[in-house]
C-alpha cells in the first residue's frame, strides 16, 4: 500500500533524469505504436462530431486556489557555468535564453570548478556565464554544492572532480563563503544542495539529519555575508515529505525561506500525472511548520528515449506541449517561479529546449519546446488571472448521508460511521484511524454494491474535512476487465473543508494494480469500489480522525480553458488532449489566434461566436469578450 501518492512507484525513487538506466517496463512495440496514434484518431473522431460550447463562467470543480494573480516569468535551468565549454563565447547561449523572454535561471556554481583544489580559486566560467546573464537583465537563482572529491572521504581517482558524498561541512561552508562573498552584490537566491532527498545526489543514502546541519550551518555562513539572501531547500521530491518533514524535525525549518521542489511526473503527461497536485503535501506540512513560497527549480519531459523512460513516450511535439501545460498548471497551483529543465539536451537525456547538435557548443539546433517557452512568456506578461473554464462536470455519487452499504476488508485499523460534521446536507462520512505501527498501516472500506461511474469519466474526487496530517486517501476503481486500479486523491491536510481530486484515464503503475488482468487503465464501464486511507509515511504511529463527503465522479469533454486578461482584451489559452471543435462566445467581430510557435492568425466571429479546432498544443486566443 505504500504506492507513490500521485501516480507514482514508491520504489523508483528518482526523479530528474541521471545515471543508471529506465525504470520503467518497455511497452510491446503495437501497444507503443497505439499510444502513438491514438491521440491522432481520437483528434480526427472529434472532429467530425457537433462542436462544443465553451461554458459562461468558470467551472466551480476545478477552480484554482492560491494563484498569483499575475503569471511569472517562466524560467530555465540554464546550465552555462558549467557545460558550455566555451567562456570566452558565453554571450552566444545567454542571447538564446534572453530571447525566451526568461528572466529568472538557474545556473550550478559548482564546487569542483570553482576550487579544484583547497588552495585554488577559479572563476573562469562562473565569471562569464554570470556575466552574461545578468547584462541582459536576468535574474540568477545560484545552486551550491555538490562536493568535490578532495573534500569528501570518497574521493575516488579524481579528487579535483565532482563528488556526490557528503562534504566535511566546515570545506563546504568556506566554499559558500567564497562563492557568496564574490557574488551576492549580484545573485540573491540560494538553493543548498541539488535533491539531497535523492540516493544518487547523496551517497550512498539520504541522511536528512547530516543534510539539516549542513543546510544550518550553510545558512548562517550566507546570511552573515547577505542578511537579505533568500535560500532554498536543495530541490525536493515532493510526492514524498518524508525528507522535508524530517529535515524539519532536525531544526533546520528556519534555515531557509523558499521551498524548491522537483515534480517529474514523466512520462505521464501533466494532466494525467496530476501535475496539479504537486504541492499538496508540501503545503500541509508547511501549515506545521510555518508558510514558506513554493518555487519549482526543476521540471520537464524528454523528447525521446531517457533514464526516465527508455522507450520514449513522449516525442518533441509532445515535450512542447507538455511545457506549456505543465507551466500553466503549476501557475495555478500557486507556486510563485517555476524553472523548465532544461536548456540543452544531454546526450542520451533529451530534456532540452535545444538537441545536442554537434557538441556542447553547439546552440543551433531548436526544438519546438524553444519557441513554445517563448511564445507562452510572450503571450501572459502582464496578463492577470480571470478565471477557469474548463469543459467538466461533477456528479456526486455518494452523498455519505448513510455509511450503509460499507465494509471494512483490510486491516482492524479504523472506523466508518456517520456524522453530522457535513460539507453539504446533513451527513458526512467519519473516518477513524488508529495506526499502530511504524510499518504500513492502512484501512480500506469496501461497498457491498460497487458505484457504477456514469458518463465519461475523467476524475474522481471527494470533499475532506483533514485533521492537518499528510495521510492519504485513495480509492480503488474496477473496470470492465475486472482490473481494481488504485487512486490518491491526496494527503488530507488541516481541518476545513476542501476538495481532493485525481484524473482516472492514464496508464497506472503496477505498485497502484490491486487486482490485476487488465491493461493498468480503466476500461468503462467501471465502478468504485472502494475508499482507502493509508499512513503515507510509514513511520507515523497515532491515531485520528477526517471526514469525507460527496465522493464524486468528473466527467465531460476533456477542454481546457484558462481566461486571462490585458488591457481590457481577454485572453482565453485553450487546449485538449484528445482534440474537439469548441465554440466560445464573445463581443469582437475578428480575434487574434496564437499557435503554440507563435504563428498568429486572424479568426472570425459568427453570430457573437468563435469556432476553433483544439488539441493537444495550447492556443493563444485574444478578443474582445
Given at each position: 500500500m505504500s504506492q507513490h501518492p500521485f501516480r507514482h512507484d514508491w520504489t523508483t525513487p528518482d526523479r530528474r533524469p541521471a545515471a543508471g538506466g529506465a525504470r520503467r517496463a518497455h511497452l510491446p512495440a503495437l501497444q507503443r505504436l497505439i499510444v502513438r496514434i491514438l491521440p491522432v484518431l481520437l483528434a480526427l473522431l472529434m472532429l467530425s462530431t457537433a462542436t462544443v460550447p465553451l461554458p459562461l463562467q468558470a467551472t466551480p470543480?476545478?477552480?484554482?486556489?492560491?494563484?498569483?494573480?499575475?503569471?511569472?516569468?517562466?524560467?530555465?535551468?540554464?546550465?552555462?557555468?558549467?557545460?558550455?565549454?566555451?567562456?570566452?563565447s558565453m554571450d552566444v547561449p545567454a542571447a538564446l535564453v534572453s530571447e525566451l523572454g526568461v528572466n529568472w535561471v538557474r545556473e550550478d556554481i559548482h564546487w569542483h570548478r570553482v576550487q579544484p583544489r583547497p588552495d585554488m580559486w577559479d572563476w573562469t566560467f562562473s565569471d562569464a556565464a554570470l556575466r552574461a546573464l545578468l547584462s541582459r537583465g536576468i535574474?540568477?537563482?545560484?545552486?551550491?554544492?555538490?562536493?568535490?572529491?578532495?573534500?569528501?572521504?570518497?574521493?575516488?581517482?579524481?579528487?579535483?572532480?565532482?563528488?556526490?558524498?557528503?562534504?566535511?561541512?566546515?570545506?563546504?561552508?568556506?566554499?559558500?563563503?567564497?562563492?557568496?562573498t564574490r557574488y551576492h552584490r549580484y545573485v540573491n537566491h540560494w538553493e543548498i544542495w541539488n535533491e539531497p532527498d535523492h540516493a544518487i545526489f547523496w551517497r550512498p543514502d539520504p541522511d536528512p539529519a547530516a543534510y539539516a546541519d549542513l543546510l544550518i550551518r550553510t545558512a548562517a555562513a550566507i546570511r552573515a555575508i547577505d542578511p537579505e539572501a533568500q535560500i532554498l531547500i536543495g530541490g525536493i521530491n515532493p510526492f514524498d515529505t518524508t525528507f522535508l518533514r524530517a529535515v524539519a524535525e532536525h531544526g533546520a525549518w528556519d534555515s531557509f525561506d523558499i521551498i524548491a521542489i522537483h515534480p517529474y511526473v514523466d512520462p505521464f503527461g501533466p494532466e494525467d500525472g496530476n501535475l496539479a497536485a504537486a504541492t499538496h503535501g508540501v503545503r500541509v506540512l508547511a501549515q506545521q511548520y510555518g508558510a514558506k513560497p513554493i518555487w519549482v527549480t526543476e521540471l520537464g519531459w524528454a523528447s525521446g528515449p531517457g533514464d526516465r523512460d527508455a522507450t520514449g513516450h513522449t516525442d518533441e511535439q509532445l515535450q512542447a506541449s507538455y511545457l506549456l501545460r505543465a507551466m500553466l498548471m503549476l501557475w495555478e497551483a500557486g507556486i510563485e517561479r517555476i524553472f523548465w529543465y532544461s536548456f540543452k539536451d544531454d546526450p542520451g537525456n533529451p530534456y532540452g529546449l535545444l538537441r545536442v547538435g554537434s557538441g556542447r557548443s553547439d546552440y543551433s539546433a531548436r526544438k519546438p519546446a524553444f519557441a513554445a517557452l517563448r511564445t507562452l512568456n510572450q503571450q501572459v506578461a502582464g496578463a492577470t488571472y480571470v478565471e477557469r473554464r474548463d469543459l467538466f462536470e461533477r456528479q456526486v455519487l455518494i452523498d455519505f448521508e448513510s455509511v450503509q452499504g460499507w465494509r471494512r476488508v483490510s486491516q482492524?485499523?479504523?472506523?466508518?460511521?456517520?456524522?453530522?460534521?457535513?460539507?453539504?446536507?446533513?451527513?458526512?462520512?467519519e473516518l477513524g484511524y488508529n495506526f499502530t505501527t511504524r510499518q504500513n498501516d492502512y484501512v480500506a472500506f469496501e461497498r457491498e454494491q460497487p458505484i457504477p461511474l456514469a458518463g465519461r469519466p475523467y476524475a474522481i474526487g471527494a470533499w475532506v474535512?483533514?485533521?492537518?496530517s499528510t495521510h492519504g486517501l485513495k480509492v480503488w476503481i474496477r473496470d470492465a476487465e475486472g482490473e481494481v486500479l488504485q487512486f490518491v486523491l491526496g494527503p488530507v491536510g488541516a481541518a476545513g473543508w476542501h476538495f481532493l481530486q485525481t484524473p482516472i484515464g492514464g496508464e497506472v503503475e503496477p505498485g497502484n494494480v490491486i487486482v490485476p488482468g487488465g491493461n493498468r487503465?480503466?476500461?468503462?464501464?467501471?465502478?468504485?469500489?472502494?475508499?482507502?486511507?493509508?499512513?503515507?509515511?510509514?513511520?507515523f504511529v497515532g491515531a485520528g480522525t477526517i471526514w469525507i463527503d460527496d465522493l464524486s465522479v468528473i466527467s465531460g469533454h476533456e477542454v481546457y480553458d484558462l481566461r486571462l486578461e490585458r488591457d481590457g482584451e481577454a485572453l482565453d489559452i485553450l487546449w485538449s488532449p484528445p482534440g474537439a471543435r469548441v465554440t466560445l462566445a464573445t463581443q469582437a467581430a475578428t480575434a487574434r489566434l496564437i499557435d503554440r510557435s507563435g504563428l498568429e492568425n486572424a479568426l472570425t466571429a459568427q453570430d457573437g461566436r468563435l469556432r476553433l479546432t483544439l488539441g493537444p498544443a495550447p492556443v493563444y486566443l485574444w478578443h474582445r469578450r
Open positions: 470543480a476545478l477552480a484554482p486556489t492560491n494563484i498569483p494573480a499575475t503569471p511569472p516569468s517562466f524560467g530555465l535551468n540554464s546550465h552555462l557555468a558549467t557545460r558550455y565549454p566555451d567562456p570566452s535574474n540568477v537563482l545560484g545552486v551550491l554544492g555538490p562536493s568535490v572529491g578532495w573534500a569528501t572521504p570518497h574521493r575516488g581517482d579524481v579528487p579535483n572532480d565532482v563528488s556526490y558524498y557528503p562534504p566535511d561541512t566546515a570545506a563546504f561552508v568556506e566554499y559558500v563563503r567564497g562563492v557568496v482492524p485499523n479504523g472506523t466508518l460511521q456517520s456524522s453530522t460534521r457535513a460539507y453539504r446536507g446533513a451527513g458526512a462520512a474535512y483533514g485533521d492537518g487503465r480503466v476500461d468503462v464501464p467501471a465502478a468504485l469500489q472502494a475508499v482507502v486511507f493509508d499512513d503515507i509515511v510509514d513511520g
